[in-house]
């Protein structure tokens, strides 16, 4: 097969490490912003250090992207990681050539904080040169305590742009999430974090996603998130249905079988036609969240705040 694009890049990477559980390569790399495609997304640009992680997550919906790299197996994703080649100089310069009003989300198809950034220090690379300019809208979602290390680096991002930490909690319950999402930090840890960047003036909240039916959907458990959450300093919270593509069923649907059989046939019926659940079920979900919303007065979504140095009043982020 002649191999193109990211494909070629990714059949040319250079072997970093090898461990047990996953390898790393190098990754040429010839932007690291990406425009966003649009659709349901609310942000411009996306920045992805990396391409795979290792946490896991048995409903990622991110697994296709190892796809383009001609990399099929199921289990690529998390097994084989790829580090991207970064120089501050091109990002300075990438950086130059887009609006200020631009949302630049970190994070969307990869978490920044996985285990590979505590040898690579990737995404601390790029939040340093963000750190250096100001009037920007960025946003950066994670499941790892690990971002509480580079707490002093978002909190100046903070300062002088409008920047939001967004944490993924999709429950409490530790050996639930050992079992869902298997090699990411203890929920507990998550918002130890959260309270680390909370204290030190990040604006961060909760995401409850996905709420994967039947699993961790009753009101007692988005409540348990949504606590914690605030309690810890959150000021947001929202919580989306499971949205399963194919690429995430291949992985999701074998280990429903295997640990929760008694759901496996309705999942497979209420997924067959379409990655997005139909019926009432996903305004049941958001019906429970805006009630524990009301119940921690949490917004919805990140709103509009005023960096401390007034670098644009006018700047309004919205949440993912
Ligand atoms: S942390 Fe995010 S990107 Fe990583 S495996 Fe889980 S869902 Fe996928």
């Not at 002649?2 to 932007?31: E, Q």
């Not at 959450?229 to 995430?248: E, H, M, R, V």
């Not at 036609?273 to 009432?280: E, K």
Request: proline share 6%; charged share 25%.
């Amino acid at each position: 097969m002649i191999l193109a694009g990211i494909a070629r890049l990714a059949s040319l990477s250079t072997s970093l490490l090898s461990k047990s559980s996953a390898s790393y390569s190098l990754l040429p790399t010839r932007s690291l912003l990406n425009r966003s495609s649009g659709g349901l997304v609310h942000f411009d640009y996306t920045i992805n250090p990396y391409r795979g992680c290792e946490f896991g997550c048995k409903y990622c919906y991110a697994r296709y992207t190892h796809e383009f790299m001609e990399l099929r197996q199921p289990l690529d994703f998390e097994t084989r990681i790829f580090v991207k080649q970064f120089s501050p100089s091109s990002f300075r310069h990438e950086l130059a050539a887009i609006s200020l009003r631009d949302h630049i989300a970190i994070g969307t198809a990869t978490d920044p904080y996985q285990p590979a950034e505590r040898r690579y220090r990737l995404t601390r690379s790029i939040l340093e040169v963000l750190s250096s300019g100001r009037g920007r809208r960025i946003s950066l979602t994670t499941k790892s305590d690990l971002v509480s290390r580079d707490a002093d680096l978002l909190a100046r991002i903070a300062r002088s742009n409008v920047l939001h930490v967004n944490f993924t909690i999709t429950t409490m319950e530790a050996r639930l999430a050992r079992l869902i999402e298997p090699r990411a930090p203890r929920p507990d840890l998550r918002i130890r974090a959260l309270a680390a960047l909370s204290g030190r003036g990040v604006p961060a909240g909760v995401f409850a996603c996905p709420v994967l039916p039947w699993i961790n959907d009753s009101y007692e458990s988005l409540y348990e998130v949504a606590r914690a959450a605030s309690q810890s300093g959150a000021k947001y919270f929202g919580a989306g249905t499971l949205f399963l593509k194919p690429c995430a069923g291949r992985v999701f649907l074998p280990f429903l079988e295997q640990e929760f059989p008694h759901l496996a046939a309705r999942y497979k019926r209420g997924y067959a036609r379409s990655p997005f659940l139909q019926g009432d079920y996903p305004k049941l979900i958001e019906d429970r969240a805006e009630a524990v919303r009301k119940q921690f007065r949490l917004e919805k979504r990140a709103s509009a705040y005023q960096p401390e140095d007034g670098a644009d009043p006018q700047l309004t982020l919205f949440g993912p």
